[in-house]
């Protein structure tokens, strides 16, 4: 038999919250940020699954959450995972950059005791109701998607999400991964207890720096709860590391690109809930593989030197990557962990960082006629995830910023997914 408790959580910070990314106290919420906690059992398995409408969190905060959730539901820190749906108006969770920098931590993360306690108590009273049958199905989604990494004239250009340069919308959409995929869970009568839904693209078509929003995805899930009013429903990002919407944004009306780009995930979501592929819902099996990360080599010396004198904003990436090259020093060693959650067939791979969308593809390929979803962000340390060509290739945004890994971590990833997916489960 499988179980299935899930709850949803208002996390917005308070109005007024700083934000190190502008520099400035956050104006009053557009709309609402959640966190959505789906905790499974059966005699084969249990796992604790949160989405949280964040842009990133990652290591102390990170770990702290996951304990505390792990302790809340009876489980290990292995049985939780915490996905970051990515959303650029949204916190960025990362204590180590503001200590790094110099600063009170307590000035932008005031607001987390209060939104950890909450989600402990979520955890605890959230009810049990028993899953008697699975339902899946995938869409074609148009116009969203498309690659961020654009060769053209000899170099590799960047396609923001709100690109402006109008050769570089003109070009090709590149590679995607264009299935916007979901599972439902219903109870004994039909009803929908809550459904996942997943895409890869980075999410964000507005990320106007000023107010806390859910952008695209958050309006998307208030028109599927329209549709489908009870239960609960979350948008997890696969794998869009190098994946915008900057092909098709429009590049000054913000609140057109969340309407129409939320109406855009909410069509794929409502087909796919209207005419899914049912079978029973018997247990869920869970399997985890891991290996060490393949960490690149920084300058600790240099990265203080250009961060020097510069605040948050200025200095972002070299904080970022002074704290985690400290927060690895003293968590040695650093592991990389892949989660396969298997119900009764329906496979769900949730893995960390901003992964390239030809991870996904690939891990795709192994099964390619059984039904696979990803989720990637499921732990944010590692930040961008290139493969092999991109990393030795040297252009582009993604291996020059944020980005702290080496090509070894293609053959890692590879060989660890093919592990997991081969197993026969």
């Not at 869970?185 to 459904?195: I, M, R």
Request: aromatic letters at 10%; hydrophobic letters at 40%.
């Amino acid at each position: 038999m499988l179980e299935l408790a899930c709850f949803e959580v208002d996390v917005t910070p308070p109005d007024g919250t700083m934000d190190f990314s502008t520099g400035k106290a956050r104006l009053p919420r557009r709309d609402p940020l959640f966190a959505r906690g789906f905790h499974w059992r059966s005699e084969d398995g249990e796992f604790l699954l949160v989405t949280l409408d964040y842009c990133l969190l990652s290591h102390s905060c990170y770990e702290e959450l996951r304990a505390r959730l792990a302790a809340a539901a009876g489980l290990s820190s292995k049985q939780v995972a915490i996905h970051c749906v990515h959303l650029h108006d949204a916190p960025v969770v990362v204590r180590e950059v503001v200590t790094v920098a110099g600063e009170d931590p307590e000035v932008y993360y005031g607001f987390w005791p209060d939104i950890v306690e909450r989600l402990e108590r979520a955890v605890r009273e959230a009810p049990w109701r028993e899953v008697v049958s699975l339902g899946s199905n995938e869409s074609r989604v148009y116009g969203y998607a498309s690659n961020r990494r654009v060769v053209y004239q000899g170099e590799v250009h960047t396609r923001y999400s709100r690109c402006s340069d109008p050769e570089l919308c003109r070009q090709p959409v590149g590679v995607i991964d264009p299935a916007l995929r979901s599972i439902g869970f219903y109870d004994k009568a039909g009803q929908l207890l809550a459904s996942l839904h997943f895409y890869a693209t980075h999410p964000q078509t507005a990320n106007t720096g000023e107010r806390f929003s859910g952008d695209a995805p958050g309006r998307a899930l208030e028109l599927l709860k329209a549709a489908y009013p009870v239960g609960i429903h979350a948008f997890l990002t696969g794998c869009g590391g190098d994946v915008t919407a900057g092909k098709y944004t429009d590049k000054q009306d913000l609140e057109f690109n969340i309407r129409h780009f939320g109406e855009v995930l909410a069509g794929a979501m409502r087909r796919n809930l209207a005419a899914p592929e049912m079978r029973p819902a018997e247990r869920l099996l869970l399997t985890q593989a891991e290996f060490e990360f393949p960490a690149r080599d920084f300058d600790e010396a240099d990265l203080e030197r250009r961060a020097a004198g510069k605040s948050i904003r200025e200095a972002w990436v070299e904080l970022a990557m002074l704290a985690a090259l400290r927060f690895r020093r003293e968590h040695a060693p650093e592991m990389y962990r892949l989660t396969l959650l298997n119900f009764d067939g329906l496979r769900i791979l949730l893995a960390g960082g901003e992964l390239f969308v030809a991870y996904q593809l690939y891990a795709q390929s192994l099964i390619p006629d059984e039904f696979l979803a990803m989720a990637a962000n499921c732990r944010d340390d590692f930040y961008y995830l290139p493969t092999v060509e991109a990393l030795c290739n040297g252009g582009g945004y993604e291996v020059n910023y944020f980005c702290r890994v080496t090509p070894r971590f293609e053959t890692e990833f590879k060989k660890a997914v093919s592990g997991l997916l081969g197993s026969g489960e």
